[in-house]
């Protein structure tokens, strides 16, 4: 592979680490609630995914413990923003917060273990395609898990029936209350789901991208996810390309190191946070008419 | 409204103190409830503690004792308080405005970034005093530039700023790693990711013989100013009427958007200030986590006290007072020195719960 190969491939593979966890925020903010506390449920779910599959040997079993502890924290947060009308991007920072504490806590005893990650699956003809083959079809099972949940979940908000009550949660919860649902319970689950992706997102960076486990290892990937869903204006195909687009950039500088690009380390682990700035500003006016009205009102109105 | 009511429950809304005018007791319930709501937390703090085989009683001893009864850890957390204090209010004042500075760590970094430098390549034969204020400008026009970036993308461009204000705190830490792991390197630090550190003349001093120093003092000057600013100028009232409502604002004739980023600047500048005396009044240098997530703490005071600027100063001090257990937890009992973060965040899942009764809140 060469080295824009190996940059593309690499985008793939840590863009799903953001893919997941944005889907996820993307679901809940259609419901009208903001989820700053993706993060956290990330860490959760890369402690989670990675004690597991440290213990048990199993990835598999392992990521699916990441997406509960992702949803355990979201239901707090859910809890806490629905029931309890607390402040959403507080109680999102609040949640990261519990969720630093309590892996640094629990997550010690695994610092230094060794796991089975999940292993690469070269998909049989695909894969062999010269250029594209190695950087889309030759990956962890998540990856394609993830190009599966793209579709998956924009059928799901658009073109099915739960789809358009969750997204009249988020625009007029007072409508969807008359019309005889429960917007507070749709709101719960809607985070919940949410969340456990994020918690899935966890698990792929943990055991699938970087095969490790290290105090704070998400880096603010689960803030990026927020930035994502708002620039991509809460449509799935764009929470797609968002996220690759990161993952490239975050590739693109241990790619250019390992090249031996004299450019300090540091500079480049900026790049990806800029990229996302810079991307966020250049289509924000576009998108801010589009926010679920639940959504404004969350980002727009706490003093 | 009676004193008494009034001194338990300091956020009645107008309207609801008329229906219990009449009432010249305590109630005992709310009071309950908010109590319940704090011992809930320390009890579930106590439960995780006993998760990792602690005692509870022990760590909570262990805690007091850091925060109160140990040598000098009174002005250990007054000194640790002044980061915290400062990206707190940070946080409140583009909050009267109607807007979120998420980016209070970012900026804190800045904001030691440029006091770094001018201690270490400028001030060094200048007096005390003259390096203080270079530095101490420096450090507010990084943090103000760092919160200006995300305003004006706000005001500008609409760009979301709880966003973009938390994504610059990675840019910062990176630019700050950037720099000491290279060009500001210490070449006496044994190879040591850290800056020179600064001339003994740009230190601050401590005061009455204390550990205490300067720093604590111009913090303090700081929050009262920021109360004044807030509550006794007009600018403080035109920001509180452009958080109100905006539309409103922009009718009035107010320049909604210039208030805007200058509350973002103003708050800039106080974190930027807050990483300033940071540096100069205790890390004297830049190392990686040398703000140890102070900016984030800051925002939960922040959120705490409510936005208001004697409140927020006090909630920074129990954090700050919270926060200098972790050593000694990390030391006797083998827990992740983290692990106060945990009783840092419970302290904020309160009053969150209890935001559907707003009254007991706090």
Not at chain 2, 38 to 47: Q, R, T, W
Not at chain 2, 272 to 294: C, D, H, R
Not at chain 2, 308 to 316: G, T, Y
Request: proline residues 5%; contains cysteine; positive net charge.
């Amino acid at each position: 592979m060469n080295g824009l190969q190996q940059a593309l491939a690499g985008g793939v593979e840590s863009g799903t680490v953001i893919l997941f966890p944005a889907l996820g925020e993307l679901i809940g903010e259609r419901a009208g609630i903001v989820n700053l506390g993706s993060e956290g449920c990330m860490l959760a779910g890369a402690l989670a995914a990675y004690a597991l599959t440290a213990e048990t040997g199993s990835p598999v079993l392992g990521v699916f413990v990441g997406a509960a502890a992702g949803a355990l924290i979201g239901m707090a947060h859910a809890y806490l923003v629905v029931r309890r009308r607390a402040d959403q991007l507080a109680s999102g920072l609040v949640m990261w917060f519990l969720a630093v504490g309590l892996t640094a806590v629990l997550g010690a005893a695994f610092v230094s273990r060794t796991a089975t990650p999940l292993e690469v699956v070269k998909i049989p003809l695909l894969g062999s395609i010269p250029g594209l083959g190695p950087i889309l079809f030759d990956h962890d099972p998540l990856v394609y898990l993830g190009y599966a949940l793209v579709p998956l979940v924009w059928w799901i908000l658009f073109r099915t029936r739960a789809g358009l009550v969750l997204r009249a949660t988020g625009e007029r919860p007072e409508v969807v209350a008359v019309a005889g649902r429960r917007p507070e319970l749709i709101q719960i689950a809607a985070v919940s789901i949410g969340a456990a992706l994020a918690g899935v997102g966890g698990a792929q960076l943990s055991v699938g991208y970087v095969d490790n486990w290290f105090d704070d290892m998400t880096n603010g990937y689960g803030f990026v996810a927020v930035a994502v869903v708002l620039f991509a204006a809460w449509r799935p195909l764009w929470v797609l390309f968002g996220s690759y687009l990161f993952g490239v950039a975050l590739a693109s500088a241990s790619v250019l190191q390992a090249h031996g690009v004299a450019v300090n380390q540091y500079l480049l682990d900026a790049l990806p946070y800029l990229v996302t700035i810079v991307v966020l500003v250049a289509v924000a006016r576009r998108g801010s008419n589009q926010a679920p009205e639940g959504v404004t009102r969350a980002l727009t109105n706490t003093s | 409204m009676s004193t008494t009511a009034q001194h338990t429950l300091p956020e009645r809304a107008p309207g609801s103190g008329r229906r219990n005018a009449g009432l010249a007791r305590v109630d005992w319930r709310r009071v309950a409830i908010v109590l319940g709501a704090y011992f809930g937390c320390l009890i579930l703090f106590g439960a995780v503690v006993a998760l990792k085989g602690a005692s509870p009683t022990g760590v909570y001893n262990s805690l007091i004792h850091s925060a109160l009864l140990g040598d000098g850890s009174l002005s250990e957390v007054i000194v640790r308080a002044v980061p915290i204090a400062l990206a707190a209010l940070a946080v409140s004042v583009p909050a009267k405005a109607g807007l979120v500075n998420v980016g209070g760590e970012g900026q804190l970094i800045v904001g030691a970034i440029a006091a770094s430098g001018i201690g270490v390549f400028i001030s060094g034969g200048l007096p005390g005093p003259v390096g203080w204020v270079l530095m101490a400008v420096g450090g507010m026009a990084a943090g103000a530039l760092w919160a200006g970036i995300p305003a004006v993308l706000r005001t500008g461009l609409s760009a979301n700023e709880a966003v973009t204000t938390l994504l610059m705190n990675f840019v910062a830490n990176d630019l700050m790693l950037y720099l000491i792991y290279q060009p500001w390197k210490d070449p006496t630090g044994g190879g040591q990711p850290q800056s020179s550190p600064l001339p003994g003349g740009d230190v601050l001093p401590s005061i009455l013989g204390s550990t205490i120093n300067l720093a604590a003092v111009v913090a303090l000057v700081v929050a009262i100013g920021v109360w004044g600013l807030l509550k006794r100028t007009g600018f403080g009232f035109a920001l509180r009427v452009v958080g109100g409502n905006q539309k409103a604002a922009h009718r009035a004739g107010l320049p909604v958007n210039r208030l805007m980023v200058s509350s973002m600047l103003v708050g800039g500048a106080l974190a930027g200030l807050g990483g300033m005396l940071n540096l100069a009044g205790s890390q004297i240098q830049l190392v990686p986590g040398g703000t140890a997530t102070y900016g984030y703490i800051g925002f939960l005071a922040a959120f705490l006290g409510r936005h208001d600027p004697l409140k927020v100063v006090l909630a920074a001090l129990v954090f700050s007072a919270i926060a200098i257990g972790n050593s000694g937890l990390e030391l006797n009992y083998g827990l992740d020195g983290s692990v106060v973060d945990v009783l840092l965040a419970l302290l904020v899942v309160a009053p969150l719960w209890l935001s559907r009764n707003r009254k007991e809140a706090f």
